[in-house]
């Protein structure tokens, strides 16, 4: 099945210097590769890099993009030159494997223009209903306190409050896979540190569990199978065993086996509250240090031809009595894809059988808007992107073709605006 990942972050491109920046979402472009490379959790190939800049670089000048796997360039790379404004390899495909490290790279030539840049990517794993789930942490694991973070996203900084970086499942399956990478070994044995992916803030007998002890940067558990259905809470723990000497970045990748066919699943959250009278936006993967802001371009992402549907999401407490939150996948900067109402006294909500479709090079972004001004809180979610109609097929009144499956989810999605 063919995945695709959601890249673009509002951060400058630097005319002069080589930089890199995660696969997935997307921060400050750095000029450390490690700083963001992910390991890939499952074999396939990533093939289909697109890349579309707020403006051109100048002429005789040119932005180069590479993907980067194991510190070393590919041949899947994206030239942008001159007047242009994007740019795409839909030929190559890049053969990973568990453990493999991917990052993006950014090289000017010729001192382009500074700009920003949105990307993506398609995932094709070896083996049906496979796809992978890239994380990590975007400030120093602690040498001395448990904290948590979201198993999805560039970076989610860890915190001590499990509750702030909760993700939510949108759909069934099983997670397995689980691989870690550490900036630096934890220091002198038996120093360590312990990774668990956590279901409903709870370590059960199948959890994924990394333990990296000092002298060694990479584990995995390729042993343990968990199992997640719509609505599960999911965070990664990241403890200190024996007072490690280091405290390291740490980066992981885990596999997401989909009973459905096609579908692969896109977790979010943000540590910055909602507004609660201005409609906001935000990225629907990235860093969860981001403000909401009016300026809905510049929380805008790249995507590919895709699904779109089962939108979930979890509030930090309930609105208040009489409000509202609504919450809309959106794409071109206008159109809502899916949309989502919780209102009091409700803290959860999901978009039921509701899917649209998004285009090659169409921008995505994340929308909240509160009715009656509501109590200020956090979100958290998750949603579906599906690449094949079937397994929708029959749970749309029987209808089978995929154009009048596309037609009749535009029809629900429109009652549910005139709802919300």
């Not at 007047?83 to 795409?88: E, F, K, T």
């Not at 459905?260 to 240090?289: C, K, M, P, Q």
């Amino acid at each position: 099945m063919e995945q695709v990942i959601l890249g673009g972050y509002y951060d400058l491109l630097s005319p002069a210097d080589v930089e890199y920046n995660s696969v997935v979402g997307g921060m400050s472009w750095r000029a450390t590769e490690t700083d963001y490379a992910k390991p890939v959790s499952t074999d396939g190939y990533i093939k289909s890099l697109r890349v579309v800049l707020s403006g051109a670089p100048g002429v005789g000048t040119h932005y180069d993009f590479t993907l980067m796997l194991n510190g070393a360039p590919t041949a899947l790379t994206v030239e942008i030159a001159d007047l242009d404004v994007d740019g795409s390899d839909m030929i190559t495909s890049i053969d990973v494997t568990g453990a493999d490290l991917i990052s993006l790279k950014s090289s000017p030539d010729s001192t382009p223009n500074a700009v920003y840049a949105k990307w993506s990517f398609i995932f094709e794993g070896d083996t049906p209903n496979e796809s992978i789930i890239l994380g990590g942490s975007w400030a120093p694991l602690h040498d001395t306190n448990t904290e948590y973070s979201g198993p999805m996203g560039a970076y989610i900084a860890p915190t001590g409050t499990e509750n702030v970086k909760r993700q939510v499942m949108p759909t069934a399956g099983v997670l397995k896979n689980f691989y870690v990478s550490l900036s630096a070994d934890p220091g002198t044995a038996p120093d360590a540190y312990r990774l668990t992916v956590r279901l409903n803030k709870t370590t059960v007998a199948q959890s994924l569990i990394v333990t990296i002890v000092a002298n060694d940067k990479t584990g995995s558990d390729l042993a343990h199978n968990l199992v997640v259905t719509a609505g599960d809470i999911l965070t990664v723990m990241c403890e200190p065993l024996n007072t490690p000497l280091v405290e390291p970045f740490a980066q992981w990748g885990m596999t997401f086996v989909a009973d459905i066919d096609g579908e692969s699943v896109v977790l979010g959250n943000h540590g910055i509250t909602l507004d609660v009278i201005n409609t906001e936006y935000n990225y629907l993967v990235g860093f969860d240090g981001d403000d909401w802001i009016a300026n809905e371009a510049q929380r805008s992402q790249l995507a590919q031809s895709c699904w779109v549907t089962k939108l979930h999401i979890l509030l930090s407490g309930t609105p208040g009595a009489g409000n509202r939150y609504d919450f809309r996948i959106r794409k071109s900067l206008a159109d809502t894809l899916v949309t989502v109402r919780v209102s009091d006294p409700a803290t959860t909500g999901d978009s039921g059988i509701l899917i649209d479709t998004l285009a090659l090079d169409e921008y995505v972004d994340f929308e909240a808007d509160p009715g009656s001004t509501p109590d200020t809180r956090f979100v958290y979610w998750g949603f579906v992107l599906s690449d094949r109609a079937y397994g929708w097929s029959g749970k749309i009144s029987g209808v089978t073709d995929p154009a009048e499956i596309a037609g009749v989810a535009k029809a629900n999605i429109a009652a549910v605006k005139g709802v919300v």
